[in-house]
């Protein structure tokens, strides 16, 4: 007994129909870019971290390991942290490395408050000549610290601040930048706020605190990141300022292991780490607000 078949409808099509396969975008990358971007990305990596692996490295070889032969390990046949010790015993290095938080935290504080106040002023108050500062600020970012670090010195000189720890942190406890960068942050929130917060009799340091400093978190760990960097690994200007060894910061006195110790530079290498972990413990503290901030948006819902 035969069965026999439906006959297909009128109009349809008889042949089977092949699974649809998804379109590549024209923003779609192929499998050779993302292996091309991918290989970027190692060799950046490469070249960022590798000198600092490198360093960490070194400062733990022992003393026994050749440090120039033809083919140097990268890990450490004796590992030691007695090079850290040397470094400490040879120069005050704890007393370099707290003459340079002073200067860190007062170039912070005097970042944050400054450059706050400024930003806020240039972004929200209307006054005669704001364009005319703003324009100022924006002309002082053109000319190199090079150019101006003479002036400074006779300023910070005649102020009777020299070889000391303010005269050091006083140049940079407000900068041009980081007040443009404020005024960024402050002029992303809504007018709207403010308007709405001036109908409820709030005077401008209210609208400040209330309003402006919580829209802007973000931006301020971003400034209190790269000013402790900037005041940390600040080499030049306390140089020509500071006299007094007992006064040095600690990229100065670190150059005291460069001369002493030209031929070991398992001890270069520990100081070196000793200056740099500072900045990875301040950057680890703040980057979470910073990427809060971002994700948060100008406004918070």
Same mark, same amino acid.
């Given at each position: 007994?035969?069965?026999?078949?439906?006959?297909?409808?009128?109009?349809?099509?008889?042949?089977?129909?092949?699974?649809?396969?998804?379109?590549? &975008?024209?923003? $779609?990358?192929?499998?050779?870019?993302?292996?091309? *971007?991918? +290989?970027? =990305?190692?060799?950046? !990596?490469?070249? /960022?971290?590798?000198p600092f692996l490198w360093q960490l490295s070194t400062s733990l070889k022992g003393p026994t390991e050749?440090?120039?032969?033809?083919?140097?390990?990268?890990?450490?046949?004796?590992?030691?942290?007695?090079?850290?010790?040397?470094?400490?015993?040879?120069?005050?290095?704890?007393?370099?490395?707290?003459?340079?938080?002073?200067?860190?935290?007062?170039?912070?504080?005097?970042?944050v408050v400054g450059c706050t106040l400024a930003g806020y002023a240039l972004a929200r108050l209307r006054?005669?000549?704001?364009?005319?500062?703003?324009?100022?600020?924006?002309?002082?970012?053109?000319?190199? &610290?090079?150019? $101006?670090?003479?002036?400074?010195?006779?300023?910070? *000189?005649? +102020?009777? =601040?020299?070889?000391? !720890?303010?005269? /050091?942190?006083?140049?940079?406890?407000?900068?041009?930048?980081?007040?443009?960068?404020?005024?960024?942050?402050?002029?992303?929130?809504?007018?709207?706020?403010?308007?709405?917060?001036?109908?409820?009799?709030?005077?401008?340091?209210?609208?400040?605190?209330?309003?402006?400093?919580?829209?802007?978190?973000?931006?301020?760990?971003?400034?209190?990141?790269?000013?402790?960097?900037?005041?940390?690994?600040?080499?030049?200007?306390p140089l020509i300022v500071l006299n007094d060894p007992q006064k040095y910061t600690l990229t100065v006195?670190?150059?005291?292991?460069?001369?002493?110790?030209?031929?070991?530079?398992?001890?270069?290498?520990?100081?070196?780490?000793?200056?740099?972990?500072?900045?990875?413990?301040?950057?680890?503290?703040?980057?979470?607000?910073?990427?809060?901030?971002?994700?948060?948006?100008?406004?918070?819902?």
């Amino acid at each position: 007994m035969t069965t026999l078949r439906p006959a297909p409808a009128r109009g349809s099509d008889a042949r089977p129909r092949r699974a649809a396969t998804p379109s590549r &975008g024209f923003n $779609t990358p192929t499998r050779a870019q993302t292996a091309a *971007r991918y +290989l970027l =990305l190692l060799l950046v !990596l490469l070249l /960022v971290v590798g000198p600092f692996l490198w360093q960490l490295s070194t400062s733990l070889k022992g003393p026994t390991e050749d440090v120039y032969t033809r083919t140097p390990t990268f890990l450490p046949e004796q590992p030691t942290l007695g090079n850290y010790g040397k470094v400490a015993d040879t120069i005050p290095v704890w007393t370099y490395a707290l003459n340079s938080l002073l200067v860190a935290a007062v170039c912070i504080a005097g970042n944050v408050v400054g450059c706050t106040l400024a930003g806020y002023a240039l972004a929200r108050l209307r006054f005669r000549g704001a364009k005319l500062v703003l324009g100022l600020f924006l002309a002082t970012l053109v000319l190199p &610290g090079e150019v $101006t670090i003479v002036s400074q010195y006779v300023l910070v *000189r005649g +102020l009777g =601040l020299a070889d000391s !720890l303010v005269g /050091v942190a006083l140049p940079g406890a407000i900068a041009m930048l980081n007040v443009l960068l404020m005024r960024t942050a402050f002029a992303a929130v809504p007018v709207e706020l403010d308007q709405a917060a001036l109908v409820d009799g709030a005077n401008v340091w209210q609208r400040l605190w209330h309003i402006g400093l919580p829209n802007v978190r973000g931006m301020l760990s971003v400034i209190v990141i790269f000013t402790f960097i900037g005041a940390w690994d600040d080499f030049l200007w306390p140089l020509i300022v500071l006299n007094d060894p007992q006064k040095y910061t600690l990229t100065v006195g670190l150059q005291y292991l460069n001369g002493t110790f030209s031929a070991n530079p398992r001890l270069i290498a520990a100081g070196t780490m000793i200056a740099f972990l500072p900045i990875v413990v301040v950057f680890a503290v703040c980057q979470r607000f910073f990427f809060k901030g971002v994700e948060e948006g100008a406004v918070k819902g």
